[in-house]
């Protein structure tokens, strides 16, 4: 990435993680009368940057914090000391400072896609289906403590069904969202496939040559606005010999009720077949299929 967008991709996700619900928007909030649930109070963010040591070559101008923050929030400068500043007044977690530094860097594992820096769409692009098939694949997904998914972790081992794969997409059906490719490849353009579905081409370290197979990971922090329908559902569009998936809620938010489910399409879909399951220990579902094909399966709840 160019300077001007290493800057606005790191202020987009510095935005998104004080703008949740959790402990650093409650970290500002104590400095703050009602704010809407999308908005920043930069004065309150101000005071808690104020309130810390930072790093002595960039002290922070006290006649001028308010600017200060609102430039970083808004992606318009932001360096290095000032982002050292933000992750010790915050106190924010070492993967979540990972990133902001790695974004700041330009790394290109990152991508923070959102309505400011996402690429333009292309509606309707076409995902070959048959380029490459799933050996195996596991998916792990995190609701928070509202009850919106907050993390998602995927490992898969690929296998290549032409000369020379170079990519594969990753979909999901939001436009707030980072992902992070942590092992096999990097993040490449954003796109549209419908009204509703959105995906990134994760490009491969290496091209794959037909019937060589490779491992992927790949993770994506969340962050919506309004919650999502109570669900979630794994695509598969050709096939998988081995599929797990997780989906483990917050003690905070527990489902009434859990039933796992398939349907019938991506979008506007409907619910084919259904069976009740029960939480675990941990407050999670889970299950295993094998020899999946062209098919739509996950888990849907119900909110007590």
């Given amino acids: 990435m160019v300077g001007d967008d290493r800057v606005k991709q790191t202020g987009a996700y510095l935005r998104m993680l004080l703008r949740r619900s959790g402990e650093y928007r409650a970290e500002w909030q104590r400095f703050s009368g009602p704010v809407a649930p999308e908005e920043i109070d ?6 808690v940057l104020t309130q810390a040591d930072g790093p002595p070559s960039e002290p922070l101008d006290p006649l001028a914090p308010i600017e200060v923050t609102r430039q970083a929030l808004e ?42 820096v996402r690429l333009p769409a292309v509606l309707g692009r076409a995902v070959d289906a048959t380029a490459y098939e799933s050996l195996s694949l596991h998916e792990r997904h995190t609701l928070g403590p509202d009850g919106r998914p907050a993390e998602h972790q995927t490992i898969q081992v690929l296998r290549s069904r032409i000369d020379d794969l170079t990519s594969l997409p990753y979909r999901f059906d939001t436009d707030e969202l980072v992902v992070e490719v942590v092992r096999g490849g990097s993040v490449g353009e954003v796109y549209r496939l419908s009204e509703t579905l959105h995906a990134v081409d994760i490009l491969l370290d290496e091209p794959l040559h ?12 969340f962050f919506y ?3 999502p329908p109570p669900e979630f559902r794994r695509g598969v569009l050709s096939s998988t010999k081995d599929l797990t998936i997780w989906v483990t809620f917050h003690p905070d938010r527990l489902p009434r009720r859990v039933w796992l489910a398939r349907w019938d399409a991506l979008d506007h879909a409907r619910i084919t077949e259904e069976e009740p399951v029960e939480l675990d220990d941990e407050g999670s579902v ?7 094909e062209r098919t739509i ?3 849907h709840w119900e909110w007590a």
């Fill in 42 to 47: 930069y004065a309150a963010v101000a005071r």
């Fill in 75 to 116: 992606g318009t400068a932001l360096g290095a000391d000032t982002l050292t500043r933000f992750v010790t007044a915050f106190r924010v977690r070492p993967r979540h400072a990972e990133r902001l530094t790695g974004l700041l860097r330009g790394s290109a594992n990152l991508r923070v896609i959102n309505d400011d």
């Fill in 210 to 221: 037909r019937g060589h197979s490779t491992l992927m990971q790949y993770r994506t922090n």
């Fill in 225 to 227: 606005r309004t919650a």
């Fill in 286 to 292: 889970h299950c295993r299929f094998t020899d999946v």
């Fill in 297 to 299: 399966v996950g888990f």
